[in-house]
Nanobody, 122 residues
Framework: QVQLVESGGGLVQAGGSLRLSCAAS????????MGWYRQAPGKQRELVAV???????TYEDSVKGRVTISRDNTKNTMYLQLDSLKPEDTAVYYC????????????????WGQGTQVTVSS
């Protein structure tokens, strides 16, 4: 059963921008904290950012100032705006959701998306 679906990835040159989207079911969107992860080839998965009722938080130091996480509850959709992209941002980006914020930090969310590929060329 597909409950989180990412889209918006693609190939972009360094310095460019992308906006990733995560479409969720109404129940998941209204009842959960949500966040974005990324995983590059040969590297550990990283928590990029989380959004809760308290607002957004960026966890990955290398992207602070270049990413914006947001959500539109009327559309049951979460977004990640990526600006000034660098080749090291190349990764599969995953959205996730969980009733508990701490589960997102621990990388044990109840719900995972399938991922969307972001490739940044130099």
């Amino acid at each position: 059963q597909v409950q989180l679906v990412e889209s918006g990835g693609g190939l972009v040159q360094a310095g460019g921008s992308l906006r990733l989207s995560c479409a969720a079911s109404r129940v998941i969107s209204s009842s959960n904290a949500m966040g974005w992860y990324r995983q590059a080839p040969g590297k550990q998965r990283e928590l990029v950012a989380v959004i809760t009722t308290s607002g957004p938080t960026t966890y990955e130091d290398s992207v602070k100032g270049r990413v914006t996480i947001s959500r539109d509850n009327t559309k049951n959709t979460m977004y990640l705006q990526l600006d000034s992209l660098k080749p090291e941002d190349t990764a599969v980006y995953y959205c996730a959701a969980d009733p508990m914020y701490i589960s997102l930090v621990a990388q044990t969310p109840a719900y995972w998306g399938q991922g969307t590929q972001v490739t940044v060329s130099s």
